[in-house]
């Protein structure tokens, strides 16, 4: 069983260019969330995609969006990128349904470089 | 958002038993007390959840305190696969599948 699979694996860009990562969620898994790890910290929610809708958000620019397709997959696009994008991104895939007491399991991430 | 207190860093011999300890004084009724962990150079991965009493998985035990402020994670038998760092989350009932982590602990497993 695959579990939760992104790519890239890294990726180097320039100040203002634009990126997308991807994700596929863990089978049978309906429901992804994007979390930012910069060095050192702990992982950052950024947004949550449910029925292909953003239904949760956290405190991040309009710079940073997403998609979900039929199919449950899901990209982060960020735009206009800063040095303080830099850091690794986290896909985190679970089944719908109340969040107490969900597991979420998480890809490998993609560590994307800003220069 | 209520929030969670836990030491920066911990060491611990191979093969004995680890208690990794988090604070959460604010937590309301209905948060559900998460611990995920992340080895090195690994997303984030689950551990175990409980709300009221304790709680064991293959991987570990959760022990909450009565009052619900505190609750302790217990590994019985550290290996160096352990090494990691631990994150304490409150997840409220229904309210999304945001996770909220903080600095957690970085525990170090000695041979």
């Known amino acids: 069983d695959a579990g939760v699979t992104q790519s890239p694996t890294h990726l180097i860009k320039t100040r203002g260019q634009q990126v997308t990562l991807r994700c596929s969620p863990k089978s049978g898994h309906d429901t992804v969330s994007w979390y930012q790890q910069a060095l050192g910290q702990g992982p950052q929610f950024i947004f949550q995609?449910?029925?292909?809708?953003?239904?949760q958000r956290g405190n991040f620019p309009d710079r940073f969006s997403g998609h979900q397709f039929p199919n449950y997959s899901s990209e982060l696009n960020v735009n206009a990128l800063l040095l303080g994008d830099s850091a690794l991104y986290l896909c985190?895939?679970?089944?719908?349904?109340?969040?107490?007491?969900?597991?979420?399991?998480f890809g490998p991430g993609t560590r994307l470089t800003v220069l | 958002d209520a929030k969670t207190t836990q030491p920066n860093s911990m060491e611990s011999n191979e093969e004995e038993p680890v208690h990794l300890p988090c604070n959460h004084s604010t937590i309301s009724g209905t948060d559900y007390i998460h611990w995920y962990r992340q080895l090195p150079s690994q997303g984030p991965e689950y551990v175990i959840h409980?709300?009221?009493s304790n709680v064991n998985n293959r991987m570990a035990s959760l022990a909450i305190a009565e009052d619900r402020k505190s609750s302790t994670l217990i590994l019985h038998r550290a290996t160096l696969r352990d090494a990691a760092v631990y994150y304490c989350?409150?997840?409220?009932?229904?309210?999304?599948?945001?996770?909220?982590f903080g600095g957690g602990t970085r525990l170090m497993v000695k041979p």
């Open positions: 409980g709300l009221t």
């Open positions: 995609y449910y029925e292909e809708e953003e239904r």
């Open positions: 989350i409150l997840r409220p009932y229904n309210a999304g599948n945001m996770l909220t």
């Open positions: 985190a895939s679970s089944l719908a349904g109340p969040s107490g007491y969900n597991e979420q399991f």
